[in-house]
Structures are given as structure tokens and as C-alpha cells.
């Protein structure tokens, strides 16, 4: 009975913890994330020296112009996965309509573009690079504002899958997540002025872990559930 009692404790814990927040701490939250943020960044290296190569070997320094299509590509992609991550941690705390919508579409909107340009833009100027400063929201709003608006549908749609359909989600978006960010991130870099890149590499992989890490974390757990909480009513049962 004892035995039975305190596996019984186990899976009332594992039930009471969300699939998307495992801890109580932003420093926890980091260090959870932190080893899909390496692998990401290390792996988006690889994907963008085999489109150095490539785009040399083909149009001389064209892999410019390649890296600034799939830049576009990527950050579309990316506001689309974080609109879902915001909504699902915000529905485990809170059923407002009106703030789901106010939450999914404003942490995603700030945080994709601090994490696909801002933070990018920075790391460029600081090591005195000439960076041109590109803002998606404002130069291809029409194209934005779908990826968002389907994402925001996706969380909604997901939020209301049973509990093991959602603990599949949670490892499989997690990484996928970091993983387009750090695509989006690095070819930020390429397209707008870091053109060698590959010539401080351990500086973009340093920088770039950075970038991707703060903005994903504080956009996919932090923020929705703050807000979840103490803004929009109570947790949901």
C-alpha cells in the first residue's frame, strides 16, 4: 500500500506539472533550454557553411542573396511556432479569449524580433560591422501577420488536446522552436552585413547561443504564464 501510495504521488506530480514548464525559476527555465539552444546554434553552423560553399561555388558570393530569402523564411516559420508556445502556456493558466489573443500575438511579436534582428543587429555593430537594420513588421506586414495569426490558432487548437498528446508536443516543438530561431538568427547575420562570418565563428557561436536562449525562453514559458497568472484569472482545472 505504501508502494502503491507513492507512485500514486509520483503521477499526481507529474500531472500537476505543465508539459511546456517543468520549473519555478527563470534561471531553471535557462539551464533546461540551454542544451536545445547549443545544438540548435551548432547545428543552423553547419546548414549555413553548406550554403557558403554552395552559393560560391555556383554565384561567387550569391549565398548573400540566398541566406536573405531564407532569413524571411525562417522568421515567418518562427513567429508561427512561438504564437503556438505562447498560447499553450497561457492556456494552462488562464481562459480569456481576449487576453490569449492580446498575449499570443504581442510576446511573439516582440520577442521574434529581438531575437531575429535586434539582438542580431547588435552583435553585428558591436564588433564594428556595417549592419543594415531590417524590421519585418514594417516592410512585409501582409506576410507577417498570417504566420502569426495561424499560430496563434494552432496553440489554441493544441491547448485543447488531451495531456499525452501534448507531452509529445512539448520536446519535438521545444527543439524545433530554438532550432528555427537559430536559423533565422544566424542568416540575419549573413544577410545584413556579416558577410564572413565564418571568420569569427567562435564569437557567433557564443553570441548566437545567447540570442536564441533569453528571447525563446522568457517568449515560450516565462511571459504567457506570468501573464496567465496574474493578468487573465485564475489557473485552469
Given at each position: 500500500?505504501?508502494?502503491?501510495?507513492?507512485?500514486s504521488d509520483i503521477e499526481n506530480g507529474h500531472k500537476d506539472h505543465g508539459v511546456l514548464e517543468h520549473?519555478?525559476?527563470?534561471?531553471?527555465?535557462?539551464?533546461?533550454?540551454?542544451?536545445?539552444?547549443?545544438?540548435?546554434?551548432?547545428?543552423?553552423?553547419?546548414?549555413?557553411?553548406?550554403?557558403?560553399?554552395?552559393?560560391?561555388?555556383?554565384?561567387?558570393?550569391?549565398?548573400?542573396?540566398?541566406?536573405?530569402?531564407?532569413?524571411?523564411?525562417?522568421?515567418?516559420?518562427?513567429?508561427?511556432?512561438?504564437?503556438?508556445?505562447?498560447?499553450?502556456?497561457?492556456?494552462?493558466?488562464?481562459?480569456?479569449?481576449?487576453?490569449?489573443?492580446?498575449?499570443?500575438?504581442?510576446?511573439?511579436?516582440?520577442?521574434?524580433?529581438?531575437?531575429?534582428?535586434?539582438?542580431?543587429?547588435?552583435?553585428?555593430?558591436?564588433?564594428?560591422?556595417?549592419?543594415?537594420?531590417?524590421?519585418?513588421?514594417?516592410?512585409?506586414?501582409?506576410?507577417?501577420?498570417?504566420?502569426?495569426?495561424?499560430?496563434?490558432?494552432?496553440?489554441?487548437?493544441?491547448?485543447?488536446?488531451?495531456?499525452?498528446?501534448?507531452?509529445?508536443?512539448?520536446?519535438?516543438?521545444?527543439?524545433?522552436?530554438?532550432?528555427?530561431?537559430?536559423?533565422?538568427?544566424?542568416?540575419?547575420?549573413?544577410?545584413?552585413?556579416?558577410?564572413?562570418?565564418?571568420?569569427?565563428?567562435?564569437?557567433?557561436?557564443?553570441?548566437?547561443?545567447?540570442?536564441?536562449?533569453?528571447?525563446?525562453?522568457?517568449?515560450?514559458?516565462?511571459?504567457?504564464?506570468?501573464?496567465?497568472?496574474?493578468?487573465?484569472?485564475?489557473?485552469?482545472?
Amino acid at each position: 500500500m505504501k508502494h502503491d501510495h507513492h507512485h500514486s504521488d509520483i503521477e499526481n506530480g507529474h500531472k500537476d506539472h505543465g508539459v511546456l514548464e517543468h520549473h519555478h525559476t527563470i534561471w531553471e527555465e535557462i539551464l533546461c533550454h540551454l542544451p536545445f539552444a547549443i545544438f540548435s546554434v551548432a547545428l543552423s553552423m553547419v546548414f549555413l557553411s553548406l550554403l557558403s560553399i554552395g552559393g560560391e561555388a555556383h554565384h561567387g558570393h550569391g549565398h548573400h542573396s540566398i541566406a536573405y530569402k531564407l532569413f524571411h523564411n525562417f522568421h515567418y516559420l518562427h513567429l508561427l511556432f512561438a504564437g503556438t508556445g505562447t498560447i499553450l502556456m497561457f492556456r494552462k493558466y488562464s481562459k480569456s479569449t481576449l487576453g490569449g489573443i492580446a498575449v499570443g500575438f504581442c510576446v511573439p511579436a516582440i520577442f521574434c524580433t529581438l531575437s531575429d534582428a535586434i539582438l542580431p543587429y547588435l552583435g553585428g555593430r558591436f564588433i564594428d560591422l556595417s549592419m543594415h537594420f531590417h524590421w519585418c513588421f514594417l516592410k512585409h506586414l501582409d506576410t507577417v501577420l498570417p504566420f502569426l495569426i495561424v499560430g496563434i490558432i494552432n496553440g489554441w487548437v493544441m491547448s485543447g488536446h488531451e495531456r499525452s498528446r501534448q507531452v509529445f508536443y512539448s520536446v519535438s516543438f521545444h527543439f524545433f522552436h530554438i532550432f528555427i530561431s537559430s536559423m533565422a538568427s544566424i542568416l540575419y547575420l549573413v544577410s545584413f552585413g556579416f558577410h564572413d562570418w565564418w571568420t569569427r565563428m567562435g564569437f557567433v557561436f557564443l553570441y548566437m547561443i545567447v540570442v536564441v536562449l533569453i528571447p525563446c525562453t522568457l517568449a515560450d514559458v516565462v511571459i504567457p504564464a506570468l501573464f496567465g497568472k496574474a493578468k487573465f484569472g485564475k489557473a485552469k482545472k
